[in-house]
């Protein structure tokens, strides 16, 4: 009887739990699906060769992707410029060098990083960031892709860091000990040993990071000025695909080319940081692996 | 850690409009739309509640399309627009055999504002075109110094834009710089003394107005007017005005009527005045 009781909350559990994770796949493929499914709308009244190809994105009439994905890739690339090395020689400092005082306060603090909220963040920008870019480059505004990228950057930051002291920290011992038996510094075996055999786990860390920044929304929004051109430079206001969303699914009207115009540009974004998400993951199996 | 933001805002749009379509209370009239009309709504809201608390009015902004496509999707009564309905929406109503009324029940001005030390004080609309179309890009043309033109503007969605828009007949620059907003806008320019933005006059004159300069308009019709000469665009003479709707469904004129009633009153009337606008009545 009790036997026959415990097997019956096993299956319930079961089911529960079995639920749970194709409610999120469910949702996944829901979303994707009505992604592509508006874009099919819209490819059907706009050449996906003007999509792809024309150089102005401007609501009424033309409807071209290349300037909001040159922007997104400015402002990303941009972030990573300034993340990467920093995230990276953090990490490397946090598991190699610090003393464990130091690293008990910084982890934490690190990781506080990414509870501020994108919209603190972005304010920052407008405040802060924007007047003082502004006077350092001798131009009259500050809110260009520079200002994004140095805020993604540190948004991306925490993101980078974790995954990166978990890389180094992966590294066996006996690498290091060997290293220094044979008569390398600290240093040499850190930059010659160390991260070139964390390097697989670095490269998730760093497309782990341009994940974060390619689907940041409301910090590029508010800083970034939202010029619909084509950038010449960083100091150029730039819109990202993120926040032309944002700011045009408000007040589109329903069912129009220029709505499903904006589902298309999401699909696009969802297939870039798709693609970069398994990219990153799997380097990181890859490190997994390597050491298991 | 993987933020998806798209897939988010999607998310939280369907709960908004779920939640929003679960509250349906008879005497409430929802107001969405135009975020130029918003305090004015708010302020008009408040005073008509005090004076009927049987009535409560919501006020919601986002804009004049979001307030359209609710008014469609019926989670508004009245939709506040600073622009009057286009083709494709009246279609989309037709559609549902929806017939809408609009009601003007103030009129709103745009003021150019330049910093405050800017050479010159007033400008010409054909000026304005070539400056917002982008087809110059440098002040010389009109001051003399060789400064390059920086042009803060509202969101292509904004009814303010697309005012501008219109009435110039131009398609903006797109090196233009696109603003959350009407302040941002004037903090902006207050900071830029090669910038020239657009904003609600509303907006500017609750601000001292010490820190920019707001441009008068000249045609060769008319001398120059300043968008904050009340008289001149009570009489209609401001190149740059415009009448601001309210549009509601004509099977819900009673339920609406009240609070329509009441922005016509005296006492609307002041309120509006207050608010940066002009009370529609004597305009023609």
């Known amino acids: 009887m009790t036997g026959n009781r415990r097997e019956k909350t096993d299956w319930f559990f079961k089911q529960i739990f079995k639920a749970t994770g194709f409610i999120t796949l469910a949702l996944l493929g829901g979303i994707f699906f009505m992604l592509v499914y508006n874009s099919f709308s819209f490819f059907a009244e706009i050449s996906p060769l003007d999509f792809f190809t024309g150089i102005q994105w401007d609501p009424d009439n033309k409807y071209s992707i290349l300037p909001l994905l040159v922007s997104t890739l400015f402002v990303a690339v941009g972030s990573m410029i300034i993340a990467v090395p920093l995230g990276i020689l953090t990490a490397a400092y946090l598991s190699e060098v610090a003393p464990k005082k130091v690293q008990t306060i910084l982890k934490p603090v690190i990781e506080m990083l990414a509870a501020i909220p994108s919209v603190a963040i972005g304010f920052l920008g407008i405040v802060l960031l924007g007047p003082g870019i502004s006077k350092l480059f001798g131009i009259q505004n500050g809110l260009n892709a520079l200002n994004g990228s140095i805020l993604l950057a540190i948004m991306a930051l925490p993101t980078i860091i974790t995954i990166s002291e978990d890389a180094i920290n992966a590294v066996p011992k006996s690498h290091r000990e060997a290293s220094l038996a044979l008569g390398a510094d600290k240093w040499e075996t850190l930059f010659k040993i160390t991260i070139p055999a964390a390097l697989p786990g670095l490269i998730a860390a760093v497309l782990l990071g341009l994940g974060r920044a390619l689907g940041e929304t409301m910090t590029v929004l508010m800083a970034t000025g939202n010029a619909s051109a084509i950038p010449r430079g960083f100091l150029d206001s730039v819109r990202t695909i993120t926040a032309t969303i944002a700011i045009e699914m408000g007040e589109v009207p329903y069912q129009t080319t220029h709505y499903f115009a904006l589902f298309a540009i999401a699909g696009i974004l969802f297939l870039i940081s798709l693609g970069i998400n398994f990219l990153g993951e799997y380097f990181a199996n890859r490190l997994r692996k390597f050491h298991a | ?284």
């Not at chain 2, 007033?122 to 003399?144: A, M, Q, Y």
């Not at chain 2, 009633?261 to 005045?273: L, M, P, R, S, V």
Request: glycine letters at 6%; proline letters at 4%; charged letters at 20%.
């Open chain 2, 1 to 284: 850690m993987f933020e998806t933001s798209p897939m988010r805002v999607i998310i939280s749009l369907f709960i908004l409009f779920y939640l929003q379509s679960c509250s349906t209370n008879n005497n409430t009239i929802k107001v969405k739309g135009s975020d130029t009309e918003v305090n004015l709504a708010v302020l008009m809201a408040e005073e008509f509640h005090q004076k009927d608390d049987e009535f409560l009015v919501s006020i919601s902004g986002g804009g004049s399309g979001l307030g359209i496509a609710s008014l469609l999707n019926g989670t508004a009564d009245i939709a506040n627009s600073s622009r009057r309905i286009n083709e494709e929406e009246i279609a989309l109503f037709s559609k549902k055999n929806i017939v809408l009324d609009s009601f003007i029940f103030a009129q709103d001005a745009i003021a150019f504002v330049v910093a405050k030390n800017f050479p010159i004080d007033s400008i010409s609309p054909p000026d304005l075109s070539k400056i917002l179309s982008g087809e110059v890009t440098n002040w010389s043309f009109l001051t003399k110094e060789d400064i390059p033109i920086n042009i803060y503007g509202r969101q292509s969605n904004s009814g303010t834009h697309e005012f501008v828009k219109i009435i110039l007949n131009i398609q903006f620059s797109p090196h233009a710089i696109q603003m959350n907003g009407n302040a941002q806008i004037l903090e902006a320019i207050k900071a830029d003394n090669s910038g020239i933005g657009y904003v609600g006059a509303g907006y500017v004159m609750e601000w001292e107005r010490g820190n920019i300069k707001v441009l008068k308009i000249y045609t060769n019709v008319s001398p120059s007017i300043s968008p904050l000469d009340s008289a001149k665009i009570a009489s209609g003479e401001y190149f740059f005005q415009r009448p601001l709707f309210q549009y509601y469904k004509v099977r819900d004129y009673e339920k609406v009527k009240p609070f329509l009633d009441f922005e016509k009153t005296e006492k609307g009337a002041k309120i509006i005045h207050l608010s940066g606008y002009y009370p529609a009545k004597k305009i023609k």
